[in-house]
């Protein structure tokens, strides 16, 4: 099942980020395994290596994208995904962005802990550990 992990989910893993980075942990640990076809949208991978570098250093930062882009298949930001992202409803223009990305990349769904943001989508929105319950029950 293709899911497209949000930016959060993927830094509270990590930074650690308790209480959080235990369910998103075990998430990364279903794309480790191939239960999930994990997806990244390209913006964040940007994100990611910025925050990283900030806070661990450039170096750290590589290694962690590096680890990304061999485990997450990257869903891109087209034209045609940004131009979708303007006319939606959503009140982010980032959160707009990924959902069209998502969209895009044919996701079921979109695993993110600000699923507020997400009352637009068009796919299925859940935090980490309500998809955690979901896949236990497919």
Same mark, same amino acid.
């Not at 680890?67 to 045609?80: A, C, D, G, H």
């Given at each position: 099942?293709?899911? *497209?992990? =949000? !930016?959060?989910?993927?830094?509270?893993?990590?930074?650690?980020?308790?209480?959080?980075?235990?369910?998103?942990? %075990?998430?990364?640990?279903?794309?480790?395994?191939? +239960?999930? %076809?994990?997806?990244?949208?390209?913006? !964040?991978?940007?994100?990611? /290596?910025? *925050?990283?570098?900030? #806070? *661990?250093?450039?170096?750290?930062?590589?290694? /962690?994208?590096?680890?990304?882009?061999?485990?997450?298949?990257?869903?891109?930001? !087209?034209?045609?995904?940004?131009?979708?992202?303007?006319?939606?409803?959503?009140?982010?223009?980032? =959160?707009?962005?990924? /959902?069209?990305?998502?969209? /895009?990349?044919?996701?079921?769904?979109?695993?993110?802990? =600000? !699923?507020? =943001?997400?009352?637009?989508?068009?796919?299925?929105?859940? +935090?980490?550990? %309500?998809?955690?319950? #979901?896949?236990?029950? *497919?």
């Amino acid at each position: 099942m293709k899911v *497209l992990f =949000d !930016t959060n989910v993927i830094l509270d893993v990590l930074l650690d980020r308790e209480p959080f980075s235990e369910p998103a942990a %075990q998430l990364m640990s279903k794309v480790e395994e191939s +239960e999930i %076809q994990g997806f990244l949208c390209a913006t !964040t991978i940007t994100t990611i /290596h910025y *925050l990283i570098s900030r #806070i *661990l250093g450039r170096n750290a930062a590589k290694k /962690h994208i590096k680890s990304l882009l061999s485990l997450f298949e990257i869903s891109p930001v !087209t034209r045609t995904v940004l131009e979708n992202a303007l006319v939606n409803q959503f009140n982010d223009f980032e =959160d707009s962005v990924l /959902h069209e990305s998502a969209v /895009h990349s044919g996701a079921k769904y979109i695993v993110t802990r =600000d !699923t507020n =943001d997400f009352k637009s989508s068009k796919i299925p929105v859940f +935090e980490p550990i %309500q998809f955690i319950n #979901i896949m236990k029950n *497919l």
